[in-house]
């Protein structure tokens, strides 16, 4: 019988290539901006949804990189509506289906600036950092039949990281604070969230995987 996984923020980038990897076997439902999906205003049609869910994928995200003095308190509340209190939006609306699964995997998103002081990180910082704490807090609550991870990628090339790649010299500055060299792809980080989606992480809940080219240990 196939899983049923939803993926919130599958338009492009991480979240698109994660459904193309899930589907041959699995059914996905997908809800981002380009199918009329706002996490940031609207509420998960529950009404098109199975009564069993075996798996949630939240990969929206925002870089707002800038000095800490000229963040105003709004970019730090929408960086936290985006990426921390939207995930915890649809866990709560999705958490009685997620509870009928045999196993089921949440699998969210952090990033390498929590672990890693980095420049003009510290909204993006703070906002990936509660998710770091709701995952590790979920994962024992939701035990044993639901696990919860995240993973925490570096710079990736992504339509989102779009300022950073495009700019040759801020790119090449970058490569170099990489052990490995190169930024990520969108295929690298799917891969481990098809992991963590799966059967073959039963024992794995509560992590935070970094797959970041080596950035967290330079």
Excluded: C
């Excluded at 290539?17 to 940031?40: C, H, P, Y």
């Excluded at 958490?95 to 949440?106: D, H, M, N, W």
């Excluded at 770091?132 to 609550?141: H, Q």
């Amino acid at each position: 019988m196939k899983r049923n996984i939803v993926i919130i923020g599958s338009s492009h980038g991480i979240g698109q290539t994660i459904a193309e990897g899930l589907a041959q076997d699995t059914n996905i439902f997908s809800f981002s901006r380009t199918t009329n999906f706002d996490v940031l205003k609207d509420t998960l049609p529950l009404a098109d949804l199975p009564d069993v869910i075996d798996g949630v994928v939240y990969a929206p995200g925002s870089i707002n990189l800038r000095p800490f003095h000229l963040l105003k308190a709004e970019d730090f509340a929408h960086d936290m509506e985006l990426n921390t209190f939207g995930a915890v939006r649809v866990l709560q609306a999705l958490y009685p289906r997620l509870r009928k699964s045999e196993s089921a995997s949440v699998v969210l998103f952090s990033t390498v600036a929590v672990q890693k002081g980095m420049n003009f990180h510290t909204s993006i910082a703070m906002a990936k950092g509660a998710i770091e704490g709701l995952v590790r807090s979920l994962a024992v609550e939701w035990a044993p039949k639901i696990r919860v991870n995240a993973i925490a990628p570096s710079l990736v090339d992504t339509p989102l990281a779009a300022k950073i790649t495009g700019n040759a010299k801020a790119l090449e500055v970058t490569l170099e604070k990489h052990p490995m060299k190169r930024i990520g792809t969108a295929a690298d980080i799917a891969e481990s969230a098809l992991y963590l989606l799966s059967p073959r992480s039963s024992w794995v809940t509560g992590q935070v995987l970094h797959v970041d080219g080596g950035l967290s240990i330079s």
